[in-house]
């Protein structure tokens, strides 16, 4: 099939999940067009069958705020009309299903055709931006015109029946991850530089936004450096990063912990690594944890929103309230002292992920999108 994935390119969950989707898809033998305004990070392979194309957003002196839903809406046209598009299948709804709503009836206009449109709802859409009032009414509009709605949790799916109007099924495809690109042997020497007396390594990833509470990471390894040699590796960037550097100093914890930025290279990180934490006010999911888990990382994370699918309490890992810095501190520490008990959680915490693999969820989307074939047999 032609398929067009509509994503934001940086390193935020919704755009790394829609491009390793698309990429499995293109392996699968559809063609597969991105369309969005930067190459998507991890949109980093040759492949014949994906196409990339940029949306330009032109500016003008009158505008305060370039029009990019307008631009974007626009390519979209392009990209159906001349690369004869089977469907769209947008990630993160704002403003991404209202564009594509916009675009399909532009080319219904032109050319009769109905184009599909699946949107997948993946979490601040729905759970902090989209139920603003600002923008709720064209998010509940755009959710229910789209043509399959599907949330990327159970959570997300109830929280989105809870906070808009939706008049449609929204069926649950879970996230996913590429298990044998994270089950990689660790690379001793890399291992040597971040921890050189055999300390414990303890990891952080996120876009340091407020809904992370990255300072509750902080708080942790601070708790965790008291009583185990550890280090703390904060991979990604966001508005946080400045007031975290300066709590590591207040805290005198400079020497334990680095900040690396956006890394493109997780799986190297992740494989020398045994403890993945995620203490966010919420997530609807956490893919940054089930990518953790297959490689063999522990997760300590809050019990909120979609986390108790994927992290399961005592087995994988262990969950606290929000903010409960101390129960994670402490539920850190005894599993990091017990070698025997964190090497039994490694085991469980892969195994976990396994279900979650890739191969068990594109034919997932795959059932969806065959649903819109024009052709007999779908191709
Ligand atoms: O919060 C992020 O890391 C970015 C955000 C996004 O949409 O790019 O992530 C959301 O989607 C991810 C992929 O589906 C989920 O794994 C995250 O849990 C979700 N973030 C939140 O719900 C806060």
């Keep these: 099939m032609r398929i067009g994935i509509v994503c934001y390119p940086t390193f935020g969950g919704s755009g790394v999940l829609a491009t390793e989707l698309g990429k499995a898809l293109a392996d699968k033998g559809h063609k597969v067009h991105f369309i969005t305004y930067q190459q998507p990070v991890r ?10 194309h940029e949306v330009r957003v032109p500016t003008y002196p009158l505008f305060d705020y370039p029009p990019y839903e307008i631009a974007l809406a626009s390519t979209m046209v392009d990209v159906i009309m001349n690369y004869d598009l089977d469907l769209l299948h947008v990630h993160y709804a704002i403003p991404h299903a209202s564009a594509a709503y916009m675009a399909k009836q532009i080319v219904k206009q032109k050319t009769g055709r109905v184009v599909p449109v699946i949107t997948t709802l993946h979490g601040t859409d729905i759970t902090l931006v989209g139920k603003d009032k600002t923008y709720e009414p064209v998010v509940t509009f755009s959710i229910n015109e789209s043509d399959a709605i599907t949330a990327v949790s159970e959570n997300l799916r109830e929280e989105t029946f809870k906070n808009f109007a939706i008049t449609k099924p929204i069926e649950v495809i879970t996230n996913f991850v590429d298990i044998s690109r994270f089950n990689k042997k660790p690379i001793d020497a890399f291992k040597k530089v971040i921890a050189p007396n055999g300390e414990k390594i303890v990891v952080h990833a996120s876009n340091f936004r407020k809904v992370k509470r990255v300072e509750d990471v902080i708080k942790v390894f601070y708790e965790i450096q008291k009583q185990i040699r550890a280090k703390l590796l904060m991979v990604g960037d966001g508005p946080e990063r400045p007031a975290m550097e300066e709590l590591a100093r207040e805290l005198g914890i400079t020497d334990e912990i680095r900040f690396v930025g956006k890394q493109e290279q ?37 019990n909120a929103g979609g ?59 795959e059932t969806i999108y065959k649903r819109y074939c024009r052709m007999d047999p779908c191709v």
């Design 266 to 302: 997780m799986e190297e990180i992740l494989a020398v690594s045994d403890l993945f934490l995620l203490p966010s006010e919420y997530e609807s999911f956490g893919l940054a944890a089930l990518e953790a888990m297959a490689a063999g990382n522990i997760v300590i994370s809050t």
């Design 43 to 52: 949109l980093n392979v040759f492949n014949t069958n994906i196409f990339y």
């Design 307 to 365: 986390l108790p699918e994927i992290n399961i309490h005592g087995v994988t890992g262990y969950m606290a309230n929000v903010g409960d810095v101390e129960a994670m501190s402490q539920f850190a520490i005894s599993i990091l002292e017990d070698e025997a008990g964190l090497e039994r959680m490694k085991a469980a915490a892969f195994k976990q992920a396994e279900a979650f693999d890739i191969s068990n969820i594109i034919p997932l989307y």
